[in-house]
């Protein structure tokens, strides 16, 4: 076999490992948490645990009205402040540390788990920001 034909080879193995990983992952976040428009999401959230998983500065410069900051990197210790016995509600920029933070509170025995479909980036509804002084 050439050099050609062993990297054609490598390259479709890797691509197709790629594709499987991907489809590993699809189905654990789904799995893990139920997507929420919009409406949805403002509809139920004032008995849910909003939790906003964006880095501190982030969420300081605008976060949704009611929500507490949990920055992803920081939410495996700080997974104790939340309770299980109400929904979280979760959300980032757009979906991918929302996902992540499902699939880990869902292994520390959450069930009740949800995303803002569109993250922070397609929200309509209310928001604060926090006021800084010059």
Known sequence: MSNWTIATIILWVLIIAYAGWELVQYFRRKKAATPLENEAFKKD?????????????????????????????????RAGELRKD????????????????????????????????????????KIKRKKTFN
């Open 45 to 77: 959230m004032r008995r849910a645990q909003i939790i906003d998983v964006r880095e501190k500065d982030t969420f300081n410069a605008g976060h949704i009205l009611g929500a507490r900051n949990i920055p992803y990197s920081q939410l495996k210790q």
């Open 86 to 125: 109400q929904p979280v509600y979760l959300y980032d920029d757009k979906k991918t540390f929302s996902y992540r933070a499902a699939i880990l509170l869902k292994k520390q025995g959450y069930t009740d788990l949800y995303v803002l479909k569109n993250g922070y980036s397609g929200w309509d509804g």
